[in-house]
């Protein structure tokens, strides 16, 4: 009773609950789907606020770039190019357990957060319940593990509950998942097969189906996929917090009140007029990147509060601010 009356998220079983999960991810909602590696936080992956939604209810500080799921070859031929090998084992293992790194295709439907601005992405084609979601939805959805930030990976429905009780409407329960680990990572390189995160298929296998040794470790001595030392850093530098706008300066603004002589930035776009921290995320990159394109040395960037998906933003904008000459490592 003390309880009162927070919102906690429904398990429902997947032979019945095809349509209200299809309902959702329509109207930009976030749903958490079985996969045969781990349960995933799934939405509209050409949806930002829809993705935007996915990294507030992990309370991710930081927007890693996230995995597209698709349904079928076509789907993930739309989104990225793919070289010889790269085609051999998405013949060989999807669906499946396995995600291919590969270059994203320009002017594709993919929202930038998905991939944080990268201009790779990660594809991977799940089996059972969220391939046949992600067909009928005709879109593919990016997801995450289901977990919050720092916790483990969770394969029960019941897990996922637990974490994201108050933050998610709909667990799809599809049993224990069948893999129980997630998918295993890699991105060839120069026609090489690299391992960026080990996974549900064996790396012996892929060395099988590569004829060749996987090479191990990350390029540039960078750890954990995602904290890539070619994330995406406009050309232009980047100056936060700022209260004023300097001579020859674009601007990057975010709610309702401008600095100082902000009527004299070469270019000025708002994150969000109204001060959503959602609807900012949702546009980080592309604004970020269309500043870039405005030719400025510099963008200066209005504060940001540090609260709910403020701290990923500013987490991102600090690191583009960063001194370029440090090895640009991205930890
Ligand atoms: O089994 C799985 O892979 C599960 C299910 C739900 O599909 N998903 C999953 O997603 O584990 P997540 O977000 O927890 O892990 C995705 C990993 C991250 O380590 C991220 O850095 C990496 O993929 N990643 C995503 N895009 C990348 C890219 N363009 N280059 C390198 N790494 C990337
Ligand atoms: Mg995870």
């Not at 995160?197 to 996987?214: F, K, Q, W």
């Not at 936060?240 to 990057?252: P, R, S």
């Not at 963008?299 to 440090?326: H, K, Q, T």
Request: glycine content about 10%; overall charge negative; some cysteine.
């Amino acid at each position: 009773m003390s309880k009162g009356l927070r919102e906690v998220a429904e398990i429902r079983n997947a032979a019945e609950s095809m349509d209200e999960a299809l309902a959702l991810l329509k109207a930009g909602e976030i749903v958490a789907i079985p996969t045969e590696t781990v349960y995933g936080l799934a939405g509209d992956a050409t949806n930002g606020a829809a993705v935007a939604k996915i990294f507030e209810a992990k309370g991710r500080p930081r927007f890693n770039p996230l995995i597209a799921h698709v349904a079928t070859m076509a789907m993930a031929e739309e989104i990225a190019e793919f070289d010889q090998l790269s085609r051999k084992l998405a013949e060989k293992f999807w669906p499946g357990p396995l995600t291919l790194v590969l270059p994203l295709k320009p002017g594709g439907a993919i929202h930038p957060l998905v991939t944080a601005g990268l201009d790779t992405i990660a594809l991977r084609m799940p089996r059972g319940f969220g391939a046949r979601l992600i067909e009928r939805l005709g879109r593919p959805l990016a997801a995450p593990s289901a977990n919050s930030s720092g916790r483990i990976s969770p394969t029960t429905a019941a897990a996922v509950a637990d974490d994201l009780c108050d933050r998610i409407r709909l667990v799809v329960d599809g049993g224990a998942t069948s893999v129980g680990l997630e998918s295993t990572i890699v991105k060839v390189e120069d026609g090489k097969l690299r391992l960026l995160r080990p996974g549900g298929i064996a790396a012996g296998e892929l060395e099988a189906a590569a004829g060749a040794a996987l090479l191990r470790g990350a390029k540039n001595g960078v750890e954990a996929p995602g904290m890539l030392a070619s994330h995406y850093a406009p050309g232009a530098l980047v100056r936060i917090n700022a209260e004023d706008v300097a001579a020859g300066e674009a601007l990057l603004a975010f709610g309702p009140e401008r600095a100082r002589n902000a009527e004299g930035a070469v270019a000025v776009l708002n994150l969000s007029e109204t001060g959503d921290l959602r609807e900012a995320a949702s546009n980080l990159f592309s604004h970020l990147q269309a500043l870039d394109r405005s030719g400025a040395k510099m963008i200066a960037v209005e504060p940001i509060p540090y609260e709910g998906l403020g701290e990923a933003i500013n987490d991102r904008l600090s690191r583009a601010a960063a001194p370029r000459d440090s090895g640009a490592s991205y930890k």
